[in-house]
């Protein structure tokens, strides 16, 4: 008997499915359902995956009580080039911001590389004078007499939506306002994005970047937004809908329309939140969150149970996987470092006799050899049913037709043959060689965040996560795992554990030691103001929590610190404990500080958020049993490289307190857990899998 | 099994990662506003021979080369039987370590089990040596600051004071040397700490194997790829703005069947001032041109850096000798891929590209004495690359060297100055089939009511970038000063009074194959676009009936 009162539906549509989760009020997953995405008309795979579990939970729309949603629609329609026709307006004489940008090639050795297209061409870019300094003081006026030629530039352009970055506007928007205002009078049906509303951070290419990005994909997403909520009222849906943003929280549709670049990438951070919140329900400090897809892997570290966040990342690069090769988006976000390792990762061998694997990917379609669906490059998942650790017959509960022999030729072909190694060998090394490319992106990110990677735990999820878990955490030095429930959808389950919330960012340079903390509490004031308005409209009674934070660097530098401040205006008597702070962050990172350096400060944010919703509980872990197997499987054993008997388990069937050893296959629908030989299994209190690598197996 | 040759390949991709994070770390912790925003750093893993293994890829290629070579000299200078766990050796001598005093160099030899089973060495740039400053002024080594010969730094963990004491009392940045120095320290011990972690998870105990392995490979492949080229000798004459006078840079490049050599010989010898280039600095800029062209695909390392060799007469311009000051060695350096390729174009005429701006426009601004006000800004501003064979060369882009340009909001913020345009500089770039890409137009002056002083080491003034395979020179670089139109040298302290504008145009890039042969579609769009005017459009690409 399901209890149907206070349900809530998360919907995540990806590029190729909708994942969709129905949760109770004590947070526990009712139903799930993957169902194709519909691109043409993405609502109505939504709809079809929201009837499917209602349906399954014996619910009806009625008993839905908050409904929150995530799509990559936004970012597909930057990585498709579907947005709309776009314009600039900068500031007269700096009308190449786009085209200058860094000034820099990212990649040292390649003579014929071909920058990012950053959307708007040269001669969409227009330019109005006045001018504002960097204290926001008006050096020239704005040249109002010329705004209405640029109305006339632009509909001779036909364009939809323009975007406007002036100079320093963080710091003075008065020209950008009243800009938009003229405009209006001009060109009323133009959608205007203004860089100090969706961005405002000094550094006028990210900004400009950001605003051109919002405006392109405002009015397609307008539309989008509209036509969901349209068609779910219809059904007889009565609660709010919020969407899930980049940061990690929830906001309304009315703010996602107006700023819908901060939905992109919002389906990955769902993930970052679920295992933010299984950290917290474990009282797992130190996490790392392991999500390994069809076509790539992101890990995410989550210190005291918040995921780490970055306020940059990039869209559209012009080499998927190569840093600097897109364009900067300057929006709050959960810091993901994303790798091009999936099950569908092709493996290749080039010039030099070095095996490759990925980035590129077959994906799902043609998806890999043994799909025979017309792929015939080995893949990493034709590397694991190689190995054994895919059952073929429970393959996708079954729906989808494995060809072990397809993967075998396939491996023989393109890796055995140039490598002379038998099909089982090429497979291995397929396996060494993406298990360690993803350790050493962890490793690697880990350092640029200033952290290590030893004693975190990994959490794994996503399709392939479970069954590569073991393999990528030995390589990484790290030796406990934890695999959620529903690890197959893990981001739609985690869009139902985000808080309304709303973050801004805003530049204002100054030294530590000349704090002007007057000025600076009524510029907190304003950014509390704007953060409230946002997040009350779509938690209209919660009381509020409140985060603000300086980034902080030693002048001269130009890598900042986080530093978290005291959520109240700031007295000059502060200044030594924010002193101290930076000191103890940095030499936790640095190793020492260094005395007599002034400090700087150049941006300040400011979080709202709703509390965030029930607290997972983890039951205590009852008396341990040992677990039995439903049979038995050949593997090559990844610790020796031989061929050895593991033991099979359904996932269904383990009890909270099933131990089981490596080596080992925990069976379930959408995924499998591997248990290398070298680690054992327990079940915890809320159905979690612990993987504890033993110590007597370590070298 | 499990086959060796995939652990061997799995400990190499390891070794490259471990000495990419090595570098992040360093720019991370790193003052120096070159090290943050150009990466100028290095870090890479030795073998017990001294044999380089792996080396990050950071933001510019003055380290290519130059440290394997200084590693090879301190282990030649240093007896291993005489090194201790926890020993750190360095020097900042430019013709061992990168070619002028402020690229610091350490180097650390790795134990493991009680045996010396390699090495890991960084470099970064400090921000000041003392001497007259970072600028061409000097006319010997001893104007230009402090030389620190190969010396051990740190003993058994323990850091020498006094070294660490002269290095601060004679720098105006004691606080941020010594802040960098540290940091190198750190790099060196923690990619030993990795290297070790390594080969006790991979339970190897030492190195020998991976080294001939990933060494072998890679010198496979590279001679795979020079034997694909055409053999023989191609000679080039550079002719660049130099100092006062003009100078002319030789080589000659001779493709042979297993390995590349270029020689200098003919070069003009040595100038008085500060823009004489050590070989080794010259190897490097020279090395990674070919290397763009020939085997980019692999890592640097012992193996894939041996088949290319660089020579030059002793006391030419490109392989200065001590006392001769070096401290603006960039400034040619980087023109020398320009002077390479037109050695590598005459064998590969439709792979090189052709000339660009290269060096890079530095627009260096300090506070006038006299002023209040004090304030110091690095600003660097490119011009455009050559156009390429099959497509257009980039507008305001580095290269060789992968330096950041600035921003005009954050420049702003940290010095008294205001920018009145950053724009392209419209028909700057080479005309040709392809085209190539666009210099780009500053104007700036004093905010306050105080004169700036500008310290120039640019190129390509009187010297614009050459086009290629009929292609046309892009336009020069053109510094003035308005009002009055006053026009300077590209070499040279300058005073910005207050109240004038400096106008700064960098070069463009040289254009690639006739002009006449551009399609009419990339007329059209150069035209709308207004890189291009209408008049460059009519006199330069107008069809030959």
Same mark, same amino acid.
């Given at each position: 008997m399901i209890h149907t009162d206070g349900l809530r539906l998360a919907i995540d549509i990806g590029g190729t499915f909708t994942d969709t989760v129905l949760l109770n009020r004590a947070s526990d997953v009712v139903a799930t359902a993957k169902t194709p995405t519909t691109p043409q008309r993405p609502a109505l795979g939504a709809l079809a995956g929201a009837a499917h579990v209602l349906d399954d939970a014996g619910a009806d729309w009625r008993h839905v009580t908050g409904l929150i949603h995530g799509t990559t629609l936004a970012t597909n329609a930057l990585i498709e080039r579907r947005g709309a026709a776009t314009a600039t307006i900068t500031t007269h004489g700096f009308r190449d911001i786009l085209e200058i940008a860094y000034e820099r090639r990212y990649s040292q050795y390649a003579i014929d590389l071909v920058k990012p297209d950053l959307i708007v061409p040269r001669t969409h870019s227009l330019t109005i004078g006045g001018r504002m300094d960097v204290s926001g003081h008006e050096v020239s006026p704005l040249d109002e007499a010329h705004v209405a030629a640029l109305a006339t530039e632009l509909k001779a352009l036909e364009v939809e939506a323009v975007a406007i970055c002036l100079l320093h506007s963080y710091a003075n928007p008065a020209h950008e306002l009243r800009l938009r205002d003229l405009l209006a009078l001009h060109a009323p049906d133009l959608v205007v994005s203004l860089s100090h509303e969706v961005s405002p951070e000094a550094r006028e290419f990210d900004r400009l970047c950001t605003t051109i990005a919002n405006a392109y994909v405002q009015p397609l997403m307008a539309g989008y937004l509209q036509d969901f909520e349209t068609r779910f009222r219809q059904k007889g849906l009565s609660c709010p809908i919020l969407m899930m943003t980049a940061g990690g929280g929830m906001t309304t549709l009315e703010t996602a329309a107006r700023?819908?670049?901060?939905?992109?990438?919002?389906g990955p951070a769902g993930g970052a939140i679920l295992a933010a919140r299984i950290a917290e329900a474990t009282s797992e400090a130190s996490v790392l969150s392991f999500d390994m897809g069809g076509t790539t892997a992101k890990l995410c570290l989550i210190d005291d149970f918040r995921p780490q966040t970055a306020r940059k990342f990039e869209i559209s690069r012009a080499e998927r996987f190569i840093r600097g090769s897109g364009m900067p988006v300057r929006i709050p976000v959960i810091e993901m470092i994303e790798i091009?390792?999936?099950?569908?990762s092709i493996a290749s061998v080039d010039r030099l006799g070095r095996l490759q694997v990925g980035p590129h990917s077959a994906g799902s379609d043609p998806g890999p050899a043994a799909f025979g669906k017309g792929g015939d490059k080995p893949t990493v998942t034709d590397a694991d049913l190689t190995l054994g650790l895919i059952e073929p017959a429970r393959f996708a509960e079954g729906r989808l037709k494995i060809d072990p022999d397809a993967a075998h030729d396939a491996l023989n072909r393109d890796v055995g043959g140039p490598l002379a190694l038998g099909p089982d060998q090429a497979a291995f090394a397929i396996s060494e060689i993406v298990d360690e490319s993803m350790a050493g992106a962890g490793r690697m990110h880990a350092v640029e965040s200033g952290k /290590?990677?030893?004693n975190r735990l990994m959490i794994a999820f996503g399709g392939n996560g479970p069954l590569h878990a073991t393999r990528v955490a030995r390589r990484a030095q790290m030796r406990r795992i934890l695999i959620p429930r529903d690890p197959g959808v893990g981001s739609a389950v985690g869009f139902l554990h985000a808080p309304v919330s709303y973050e801004v960012i805003r530049s204002r340079h100054t030294r530590l030691d000349t704090l002007d903390t007057k000025g600076l509490n009524q510029f907190f004031d304003a950014m509390q103001a704007e953060a409230e308005q946002v997040v009350r409209s779509g938690a209209p009674d919660a009381p509020l929590l409140q985060r603000r934070v300086a980034y902080m660097r030693y002048h001269g530098q130009g890598h900042e610190i986080e530093i978290k401040l005291p959520n109240r205006a700031l007295t000059h008597s502060d200044v030594g404990a924010l002193k101290a702070a930076f000191e103890v962050e940095y030499s936790r990172q640095f190793s020492r500080v260094v005395p007599g350096m002034v400090i700087e400060i150049l941006n300040w944010g400011l979080a709202v958020s709703s509390p965030p919703p029930a607290h997972l509980t983890c039951p205590e872990v009852p008396r341990l049993h040992r677990a039995v197997p439903t049979g038995s499987r050949q593997i090559l054993c990844d610790l020796t490289g031989r061929w050895r008997s593991a033991d099979v388990f359904n996932r269904a069937d383990l009890a909270p307190g099933a131990e089981l050893t490596g080596p080992a296959l925990i069976v379930e629908a959408q995924t499998t857990t591997f248990v290398s030989a070298d680690f054992n299994a327990t079940v915890d209190g809320h159905g979690n899998i612990w993987l504890t690598q033993q110590q007597e197996a370590q070298k | 099994m499990i086959q060796s040759d995939t652990r061997l390949q799995v400990m190499w991709n390891r070794l490259l990662a471990v000495v990419e994070e090595q570098g992040q770390a360093l720019i991370r912790a790193a003052f120096s506003p070159i090290v943050r925003e150009c990466g100028d750093i290095s870090a890479g893993i030795f073998d017990a021979k001294g044999r380089m293994l792996a080396q990050a890829v950071t933001g510019t290629p003055g380290h290519i080369n130059t440290m394997a070579e200084a590693v090879k000299t301190l282990c030649v200078r240093f007896a291993q039987s005489d090194m201790k766990p926890g020993d750190i050796y360095m020097t900042n001598d430019p013709w061992i370590a990168s070619g002028h005093l402020n690229d610091f160099l350490l180097m650390m030899p790795v134990f493991y089990r009680d045996q010396v089973i390699g090495y890991t060495a960084c470099t970064s740039h400090l921000v000041d040596l003392g001497g007259l400053g970072m600028g061409p002024e000097g006319s010997d080594i001893f104007d230009e600051g402090l030389l620190i010969p190969p010396c051990k730094l740190v003993s058994q963990g323990e850091v020498n004071a006094l070294l660490l004491e002269i290095v601060k009392a004679n720098s105006r940045e004691p606080i941020a040397n010594e802040g960098d120095i540290y940091a190198l320290i750190a790099c060196c011990e923690a990619g030993s700490d990795r290297l070790v972690q390594m080969m006790r998870e991979f339970d190897i105990s030492d190195l020998r194997a991976l080294s001939d392995y990933i060494i072998e490979t890679s010198r496979r492949g590279t001679l795979a790829a020079i034997a694909a080229l055409p053999k023989g000798t191609w000679r080039h004459v550079l002719r660049v703005d130099g100092y006062d006078d003009e100078i002319e840079l030789h080589a000659a490049l001779t493709i042979a069947d297993d390995h590349l050599l270029l020689d200098f010989d003919g070069t003009a010898s040595c100038v008085g001032k500060g823009i004489n280039v050590p070989l080794n600095y010259a190897t490097a800029y020279s090395v990674f041109a070919l290397r763009c062209i020939i085997g980019a695909d692999i890592p640097n390392n012992a193996g894939s850096l041996d088949p290319f060799r660089v020579t030059g007469p002793k006391g030419c311009i490109l392989n200065a000798q001590p006392p001769a000051p070096v401290a603006m060695r960039h400034t040619l350096g980087q023109m020398t891929p320009d002077l390479v390729y037109g050695c590598l174009s005459q064998a590969l005429p439709d792979r090189v590209p052709a000339e660009g701006a290269s060096c890079m426009y530095d627009l260096p601004l300090r506070h006038a004495p006299?002023?209040? /006000?004090q304030f110091a800004l690095e600003l660097v501003f490119n011009g455009g690359t050559g156009a390429r064979p099959r497509i257009d060369g980039l507008s305001a882009t580095a290269f060789p060297s992968g330096v950041w340009g600035s921003q005009i909001e954050t420049t702003e913020a940290v010095a008294p100055v205001l920018f009145h345009r950053r724009e392209l500089r419209q028909d700057s770039g080479g005309a040709g089939r392809f085209r190539g890409g666009l210099g780009q137009h500053i104007e700036l002056s004093a905010t306050k009511n105080q004169d700036l002083m500008l310290f120039l080491s640019v190129e390509r003034i009187k010297n614009p970038a050459s086009g290629r395979d009929g292609g046309l020179d892009g336009a020069p670089g053109r510094i003035t000063v308005q009002p009055g139109n006053r026009h300077l040298p590209g070499k040279g302290e300058v005073r910005i009074r207050a109240g004038e504008t400096l106008s700064f145009e960098t070069p463009g890039g040289g254009g690639f194959g006739l002009p006449e042969h551009r399609s009419e579609d990339a007329i059209l769009t150069d035209v709308q676009s207004g890189l291009v005017s209408h008049e460059q459009a009519q006199n330069l690409y107008r069809r030959q009936k």
């Open positions: 700023l819908p670049i901060r939905l992109v990438e919002s091009g390792a999936g099950g569908g /290590d990677l030893g | 006299e002023a209040t /006000d």
